[in-house]
């Protein structure tokens, strides 16, 4: 059995994925190209009795090498020469979709064009003619609607390299070679020889297009009604707002939160009590059953709870991705953006990162310079994720009772206020360059369909399930024996290696007001997840249950952390659980989005170093200033 | 000298020379920038930076930085 492998080339926007997904359905796999995060897919498909591999290249809009995307897709197709290349064109942008077109018949590659959204061509008035760009081209061309599937059948039938090895060279084509080979020999500097290729390219296009496109004037599409609504002056703003709050609105309050809390009280409740049940019937050893229930169950249940509201976030940004909106965000924020040394493009990943730091990371993909990428994912996790609301609520129930609303308020300010300071910071150190020009397409308005929104919401969340899982699975594990023993064995929780740890760390905020060993576990434990500072104080200070609900939980711990803390040392605690940190989900986050172990410790490393300083400043400060109190 | 930057929103333009530098250079003539192209300015965005414009029947956008290296003639 043969095997033929195909690439998948074209611009972004063109329905390459979804004709990848249609083509190789389940039988696809996805990692990263070597030494880069951009995703490199695989999938597999037979025809007959040949075997196909499909590569699903990046989506580009030309062979240049401008970005990491554009070099990607050079490198593989001159250096790992596939069989064929399936060029993957939006037929109602013809114009500058066959840019890239030229590009792979100057390679010379086996090439077959697929001409996609011919629906959408209909309806803006272009009329193609497929038998005269052919013999233009001189290489097989295809028509297809992918949404639905039309014109996949004739796609397929064309994979075959021994058809397309015969292509001959239209008398077009020769035409342009040898025009850019005369241009390539000519003694003009670099930049004159790149315009001048680059207009002979688009001649080539105006040629092939003079009798093989026909653009019927004067259809005027509910696309431009549309975005003048979206993109209006006054309108554009409130729109945005709006969607943002429907976003949030049904993440955590519709879906989310239901789910979230039905796993919590599954896993805390029916899944422990089961599984407490049955190792206590195999009569399994009692460090065993600690270790299961209070380690393990304990701590990933803890961060299962929140995949249900991590997928729903992914899912409406996809969906939201797929319109065709977050390039019309990005384009009436980018002068806001901007203004704090970031495009447009950073704005969404920053306001998600108030949701949940994680998605934040792996949605500043979609950020085109590696820079503003490693800014906008050092800097969103002073976006207060949803997470460390419950310490907010509890310490702000318990030292400010009636001014709660205002001092949660002041943290979600103050991390904001940070994250644009960190980023004019790295902008101008560690980061420092030439920010890269913002040009971007915007493309039309669509509907996604269904299955590119759950692949891409899979693609995206696995992640997450996978890779934080391993790290938060090992870390709970790690917690539970530091917990559970001490150097003679097993041990209460005050007398265990923890307790030892916090009362090493403890010290170091003798400075700002809480330097208690139980501060200092908590914050080790924060970095599992940011909730559980606010259950292991509870353990600490010897409540057995905290509830989930700050109020009661308030009036619980009461006399106890009323004694250890003040409402300035409360404060200065607070602003440390804001900036430190991240947790582990994050830090797996950091490693896969980042790429380096260095970067990751870095990203990791500097929060904490930012917090003790900060909360130190504050608490000091406060003491001048006579709040203490 | 007309630059883009002066073109106004519903006008169209024929691009005479661009004038952008470094790497931004190909790839804004990659995008179909290029001498002798049209360019309609379809409109400047709420705050007044970026603009976007039609160019080879598609939407573009870029700042007006870079709209004011684009020499054109109005048509």
């Known amino acids: 059995m043969s095997v033929i492998t195909v690439a998948l080339t074209g611009n972004p926007n063109t329905g390459k994925s979804t004709i990848f997904n249609a083509l190789t359905g389940a039988r696809q796999h996805i990692g990263n190209w070597p030494g880069v995060t951009v995703d490199k897919k695989v999938g597999h498909m037979t025809k007959g009795s040949q075997q196909i591999t499909v590569i699903d290249l990046p989506g580009t809009y030309s062979l240049s090498a401008y970005s990491i995307e554009e070099k990607i897709v050079k490198d593989y197709l001159v250096k790992e020469k596939p069989d064929m290349v399936v060029n993957v064109v939006d037929a109602s942008n013809l114009e500058r979709n066959l840019y890239l077109t030229v590009q792979l018949l100057e390679l010379g590659i086996p090439a077959v064009v697929n001409l996609n959204m011919m629906d959408e061509a209909k309806a803006k008035g272009h009329h193609i003619n497929l038998d005269v760009l052919r013999k233009n081209l001189g290489v097989p061309v295809i028509s297809s609607v992918a949404t639905s599937k039309k014109g996949l059948h004739q796609l397929i039938n064309s994979i075959d390299h021994h058809v397309v090895n015969k292509q001959i060279k239209s008398p077009l084509l020769v035409e342009h070679l040898s025009n850019i080979e005369a241009i390539k020999n000519s003694n003009k500097d670099h930049d004159t020889i790149e315009e001048e290729i680059i207009e002979s390219r688009y001649n080539f296009i105006n040629k092939v297009l003079s009798d093989a496109l026909v653009i019927q004037q004067g259809v005027t599409s509910w696309q431009d009604k549309l975005d003048n609504i979206i993109t209006h002056r006054l309108l554009g703003f409130p729109i945005f707002i709006a969607v943002l709050y429907a976003i949030f609105e049904i993440t955590f309050t519709w879906v989310g939160q239901p789910i979230s809390d039905f796993l919590d009280g599954f896993i805390g409740g029916t899944l422990t009590d089961w599984t407490a049940g049955a190792l206590l019937a195999a009569g399994a050893a009692e460090w065993l059953q600690s270790l299961v229930i209070d380690g393990i169950i304990a701590g990933v249940g803890a961060v299962l709870v929140f995949v249900p509201l991590i997928f729903t976030l992914f899912l409406l940004i996809s969906f939201l991705d797929g319109t065709g909106y977050m390039a019309r965000v990005a384009f009436i924020m980018d002068r806001a953006m901007r203004r704090i040394g970031l495009s447009g493009k950073s704005i969404l990943p920053m306001l998600v990162g108030f949701g949940c730091t994680v998605p934040a990371i792996m949605g500043a993909r979609a950020l085109d310079s590696e820079r503003d990428r490693k800014i906008t994912i050092l800097i969103a996790p002073f976006m207060s994720c949803g997470a460390r609301l419950p310490v907010y609520a509890l310490f702000a129930v318990l030292f400010f009772p009636g001014q709660e609303s205002k001092v949660i308020l002041s943290l979600y300010l103050l991390g904001i206020v940070i994250a644009i300071a960190m980023g004019l910071i790295f902008k101008s150190t560690i980061l420092k360059g030439e920010s890269e020009p913002f040009l971007m397409e915007l493309p039309p308005y669509r509907i996604p369909t269904l299955r590119t929104v759950l692949i891409q919401t899979w693609e995206k969340g696995k992640g997450f399930l996978v890779k934080a899982g391993t790290i938060i699975f090992s870390m709970s594990v790690v917690i539970w024996l530091l917990s559970s023993y001490n150097f003679s064995g097993p041990a209460e929780i005050n007398e265990s290696i923890l307790a030892t740890i916090g009362k090493i760390i403890g010290p170091i905020f003798t400075l700002h007001g809480f330097g208690s060993w139980e501060a200092g576990v908590a914050v080790i434990t924060g970095i599992l997840a940011k909730e559980a500072v606010v259950s292991t104080l509870g353990v600490l200070y010897g409540v057995a249950e905290v509830a989930e609900e700050a109020v009661v939980a308030a009036t619980q711990l009461q006399g106890t952390i009323g004694a250890t803390f003040t409402s300035l040392s409360a404060y200065a605690f607070m602003v440390f659980v804001l900036l430190y940190t991240p947790c582990m989900a994050v830090i797996g986050t950091f490693k896969k989005e980042l790429g380096s172990w260095k970067w990751t410790i870095f990203a990791a490393a500097y929060p904490f170093v930012l917090a003790w300083l900060i909360s130190l400043i504050i608490y000091q400060g406060g003491l001048l200033l006579g709040f203490g109190s | ?75």
Request: proline share 4%; no cysteine; hydrophobic share 45%.
């Open chain 2, 1 to 75: 000298m007309l630059t883009l930057k002066d073109v106004k929103p519903g006008q169209t333009a024929v691009v005479e020379g661009v004038k952008v530098t470094g790497q931004a250079r190909g790839r804004f003539m990659a995008m179909g920038i290029i001498k002798g192209s049209k360019i309609t300015v379809l409109k400047v965005a709420p705050l007044g930076d970026p603009i976007e414009v039609l160019v080879k029947s598609y939407n573009l956008s870029f700042r007006k930085a870079e709209a004011e290296q684009i020499i054109v003639t109005l048509s």
